[in-house]
């Protein structure tokens, strides 16, 4: 009998130090998955596999970009909201999905300051506000003095209801008093090419997504959603040149479940950091028009908290909600 409480007594101090190394076993184990909650082709996934690639390498773990775009960002946000809080599932945020969506929608099924262990704020960046190379429309002032002869006449490709392309046009349409119609796409990417094929006659999306067509002649920039121009395209201004007060800037940075180790949050925000800070890297980013932050946990919290306090008033006056 005693023999036999021996046994069971070093089975269990067995046990307890397998389970005890196996916790102890240094992050990450196995692949990551690094969801985007839009299209291929637009802003956050460009950047998603600018990063992803390279924590690839510094974390000796394959980063897999998952793409899950619907609702505005909202199915892939909640996605990581819900999922276990153990490093091995990250989302690529923004301002619709973190900062938009709280006020937009009435139902949220996620709360972005309580569900979120928010790693750092990547970058910020414009939008720019394009139409095809044979549209009329040769200006801001042409757009907006179109749109106030003939309400509902043009047609606005939004990267999806919700989306920062979607309330930067409502708050132009707002300043400049002007009434157009939203087509919602799935991301920046499907909205350019619903210029491109004519199916409306203008977009915002990021620089970033914007550019390669820009370059080759295919579609023109009529302006940034900056209160500056940005040097990646050169002679385009600012929409405030003709809607006065006009200033929006879209951001993405890197989130995790609520109640992710410490540990691990901090690893992925230093690791990510050190990439946005490469010669190379910031070199690509800043060919896209992105202003790189790659700031902390602490400081992404608080940018969150003031970015959604910012946007509440704009997308309550501007009558605009979601189911």
């Known amino acids: ?3 036999h409480a021996a046994i069971s007594g070093a089975l269990l101090v067995a046990l307890c130090a397998l389970s005890s190394a196996a916790s102890a076993q240094p ?3 196995r692949a990551l998955r690094l969801v985007v909650p839009f299209a291929p082709g637009g802003s956050t996934d460009t950047l998603a596999r600018i990063v992803g690639a390279r924590l690839t390498e510094s974390l000796g773990q394959a980063v897999v970009v998952d793409n899950r775009p619907a ?3 909202i199915v892939g946000a909640d996605l990581v909201a819900k999922a276990q809080p153990d490093g091995y599932t990250l989302l690529v945020g923004a301002i619709s999905t973190m900062a938009i969506a709280p006020t937009l929608f009435a139902k949220l099924p ?3 300051q309580r569900d979120y262990a928010h790693a750092g704020l990547w970058v910020t960046f414009p939008l720019a506000l394009i139409v095809s190379s044979g549209s009329p429309l040769a200006s801001m002032k042409s757009l907006t003095d179109q749109a106030r002869a003939k309400p509902g006449a043009l047609r606005f490709g939004a990267q999806g209801i919700g989306t920062s392309s979607h309330v930067f046009a409502e708050w132009m349409n707002s300043l400049a008093k002007i009434k157009v119609v939203i087509v919602p796409y799935k991301g920046g ?12 006659e203008y977009a915002m999306v990021a620089v970033s997504t914007a550019i390669a067509q820009v370059q080759a002649g295919k579609i023109r920039a009529l302006g940034v959603t900056s209160a500056k121009p940005t040097p990646h395209l050169p002679g385009v201004p600012p929409i405030a040149i003709v809607v006065a007060g006009y200033d929006a800037l879209n951001f993405h940075g890197l989130h995790l479940p609520a109640n992710t180790p410490t540990a691990i949050v901090t690893r992925l925000s230093e690791e990510s950091a050190k990439i946005l800070k490469r010669a190379d890297v ?6 896209f028009a992105m202003d790189i932050v790659a700031g902390t946990p602490e400081q992404y919290r608080a940018f969150i908290k003031a970015q ?3 946007w509440r008033p704009v997308v309550k006056s501007s009558g605009m909600r979601a189911e």
């Open 282 to 287: 910031a070199e690509k980013l800043n060919g």
């Open 27 to 29: 992050f990450p184990q």
């Open 1 to 3: 009998m005693k023999a």
């Open 308 to 310: 959604i306090e910012q």
């Open 110 to 112: 996620y709360d972005p």
């Open 189 to 200: 990417g499907p909205a350019l090419t619903g210029v491109l094929a004519g199916e409306v």
């Open 71 to 73: 609702a505005g960002g």
